[in-house]
Structures are given as structure tokens and as C-alpha cells.
T-cell receptor
Framework: SAVISQKPSRDICQRGTSLTIQCQVD?????MFWYRQQPGQSLTLIAT?????????ESGFVIDKFPISRPNLTFSTLTVSNMSPEDSSIYLC????????????FGPGTRLTVT | AQSVTQPDIHITVSEGASLELRCNYS??????LFWYVQSPGQGLQLLLK??????LVQGIKGFEAEFKRSQSSFNLRKPSVHWSDAAEYFC????????????FGAGTQVVVTP
């Protein structure tokens, strides 16, 4: 497994602003993922973030709204841009440990409230 | 594309009683199946996984799950629940042709009563 941390753990933001969420892993990983968990809902994959290449976004998510950086094998950021109340969610990063292990381990999440 | 259904949104169980959470999946080939648990204010913790082989898999915290291809199911069980098992449980399915893209079920909220 891995130790995954996220910053901030929670935030309250005003609509129209942007928030950058950081995800740090204690070991080098190839695959990192960003998920959104809306209130009372399940997890939805936003994008896959690979080091050295652009993130791959799932249907319904675009780079202008959710820009992602992956500068190295232990760190990634997700920015939620031009926020609206509908962006209020828990945002989680996850990593795959080991090539071909096909297991994802999750960070503690960032609880975002947009007012 | 794969999909997963958890028919039970909410389950209440007495401490010491057995627990079974249902999960049904839809996928053309052999899926990769997972159960995660999310305690209040916590991230997701992997309980167990099934890739191939023995259809009864053991996980952490005394949980087990059984893969039944004929029923497209991967139900989670625990013989005797503890108060600390109160949490939300998510079934997830992955596929070899969409590496890393997990589809999560809606989740089952488990409440444990004394």
C-alpha cells in the first residue's frame, strides 16, 4: 500500500474562484487518478494523471474546468476552476501501486463547499 | 462498458449478527472486482479484490466475498459484525480493456445497532 495525503482537507470557497488540491504519495507511482464524490453519491472518475503526459479526462469533464498537473511520480494537483455550488463535493486522488497490480489506494479526500 | 449495481442503499444490522452486502456487475469478459469501505470523514480503504482463481476471496477485517459468474455477483459477507463496521461500502469493477478506470456502485450504508 501507500500513504497518500491531500491538501487541503476541506475548504469553503466563493463561487467564481478556483481551488487547487494537492495529492502527495510516499512512493513513486505511475498511475494517479482524480475522483469526485458528490453529496450522497458514489465516486466518479474525473481523469487519469500520468507523469510526463497530459491528463486523460472522462466524459463530462474538461481540462478548462479541472486542470491537472503531474510534475513527478509522487505528486499531482487538481484545480477546480470558476467554481459554482454544483462543484461542492469530496475530491479524492488515488494511485495504483505496482505495475499490473491493478489496485487503487485512495487519499483521505478534500471536502469542498462552494457558497 | 462495465457497470455495477448495489441494490441496497441502507442496511441496519445488530452487533454480532452476520452481514451480506450485494453487488451485481455488468461486463462482457471477466471483470476485476473490488470492495472498498469508507468510514465517516475517511478515504476509501480496500477490503478485498477478485481477479481470477478461487472464487471465494478473503479480505481484511474479517470480510470475505464470493464471485459468482452465473449470477454476475460479488457479494460481501462478514459472519459477525462489530460496531466499528458501521460505514459505507462500495463495490467497484474494473476491466482489462479500460485499465485503471473503475466503475463504482452507489454504495451501501451500514448501520450497526447495539
Amino acid at each position: 500500500s501507500a500513504v497518500i495525503s491531500q491538501k487541503p482537507s476541506r475548504d469553503i470557497c466563493q463561487r467564481g474562484t478556483s481551488l487547487t488540491i494537492q495529492c502527495q504519495v510516499d512512493s513513486q507511482v505511475t498511475m494517479m487518478f482524480w475522483y469526485r464524490q458528490q453529496p450522497g453519491q458514489s465516486l466518479t472518475l474525473i481523469a487519469t494523471a500520468n507523469q510526463g503526459s497530459e491528463a486523460t479526462y472522462e466524459s463530462g469533464f474538461v481540462i478548462d474546468k479541472f486542470p491537472i498537473s503531474r510534475p513527478n511520480l509522487t505528486f499531482s494537483t487538481l484545480t477546480v476552476s470558476n467554481m459554482s455550488p454544483e462543484d461542492s463535493s469530496i475530491y479524492l486522488c488515488s494511485v495504483e501501486i505496482g505495475t499490473g497490480a491493478y489496485e487503487q489506494y485512495f487519499g483521505p479526500g478534500t471536502r469542498l463547499t462552494v457558497t | 462498458a462495465q457497470s455495477v449495481t448495489q441494490p441496497d442503499i441502507h442496511i441496519t444490522v445488530s452487533e454480532g449478527a452476520s452481514l451480506e452486502l450485494r453487488c451485481n456487475y455488468s461486463y462482457g469478459a471477466t471483470p476485476y472486482l473490488f470492495w472498498y469501505v469508507q468510514s465517516p470523514g475517511q478515504g476509501l480503504q480496500l477490503l478485498l479484490k477478485y481477479f481470477s482463481g478461487d472464487t471465494l476471496v478473503q479480505g481484511i477485517k474479517g470480510f470475505e466475498a464470493e464471485f459468482k459468474r452465473s449470477q454476475s455477483s460479488f457479494n460481501l459477507r462478514k459472519p459477525s459484525v462489530h460496531w466499528s463496521d458501521a460505514a459505507e461500502y462500495f463495490c467497484a469493477v474494473g476491466a482489462s480493456d479500460s485499465w485503471g478506470k473503475f466503475q463504482f456502485g452507489a454504495g451501501t450504508q451500514v448501520v450497526v445497532t447495539p
